[in-house]
């Protein structure tokens, strides 16, 4: 309950997931009410729906995000709140499996879609990674590609916020300390930063980086700070809690540290269409 004693309240959490994620264990009810405590004017659901197919039966993934949503949709039907309630749902690795990602946002209109990377190459998440086991060069190697992915998602364009673009990033610094250089990768994350911005996609910022051993949001001041500069200003804000506690986890700082950059707004979707929210 820290993040209630901030002296400005906060905006929004558009990145959370329930008991509908593989690696979830809340029900939707206890994650809406704790929103509406936290006093968010903006709270979305958004279970995994990673399109990797050996994780998980396509069928079972389905109707999970079924549930998932209509029971978001219940619960803002059921309750009458200054929060609003928004269903949506996180879509991983849609550039490999296009068709299947298109079933899946034929499935039930929602508020927002999270399009986000796991993987790189051959493997299945950098989560599964033995970063202190592989030579720097193809760390740096795995890295580039994953940007490379990313653009190709933002091309493919059918979502609304880029999730979490530093994402191996807490697993190669935070986790086993590995120092990377991003300014490597300038040109890269410039391009991905350009194409995010042509398409009025929001960048996302995912506080869950500074509960976690790397101690930064992801992305961080440096990439946002370029965003800003490149044009870029619609930002999401997402804790990506996978438990009660998380919901709301280091929403202030983040927002705190985006007025600090220049950013004057924060953007939330609406069936699929942006509103802005005042920092
Ligand atoms: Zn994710
Ligand atoms: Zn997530």
Request: net charge negative; with cysteine; hydrophobic share 40%.
């Amino acid at each position: 309950m820290t993040a209630n004693l901030s002296d400005s309240p906060l905006l929004m959490d558009c990145h959370t997931h329930s008991r509908h994620s593989f690696d979830g264990k809340e029900e939707i009810s206890a994650l809406c009410e704790q929103a509406v405590s936290l006093g968010l004017s903006a709270y979305a659901v958004t279970d995994h729906c990673d399109l990797y197919p050996p994780r998980y039966p396509v069928e079972a993934l389905k109707t999970a995000i079924c549930q998932s949503v209509d029971q978001v949709a219940a619960w803002r039907d059921a309750h009458s709140t200054t929060t609003r309630i928004l269903t949506g749902f996180e879509l991983g690795e849609a550039v490999d499996y296009p068709d299947l990602a298109e079933e899946f946002l034929a499935l039930r209109p929602v508020d927002l879609v999270i399009g986000s990377i796991h993987r790189t190459g051959d493997i299945v998440d950098f989560y599964y990674l033995d970063c202190a086991a592989i030579p720097r060069e193809e760390i740096y190697r795995l890295l580039e590609d994953y940007f490379r992915r990313q653009i190709r998602l933002v091309e493919w364009g059918k979502f609304d916020v880029l999730a979490h673009v530093t994402y191996p990033l807490r697993y190669i610094v935070g986790d086993a300390g590995i120092p990377i250089d991003l300014a490597r990768f300038a040109p890269l994350l410039d391009e991905l930063l350009s194409k995010v911005i042509e398409r009025d996609l929001s960048l996302e910022v995912n506080s869950s980086g500074l509960r976690q051993k790397i101690g930064v949001p992801l992305p961080d001041e440096t990439i946002l700070k370029r965003y800003y500069q490149l044009g870029g200003r619609r930002i999401s804000l997402g804790s990506d809690a996978h438990g009660l506690p998380d919901l709301g986890a280091g929403i202030a700082d983040c927002q705190q540290l985006l007025k600090k950059l220049g950013f004057t707004e924060l953007t939330f979707y609406q069936q699929r269409q942006p509103h802005t929210l005042s920092l």
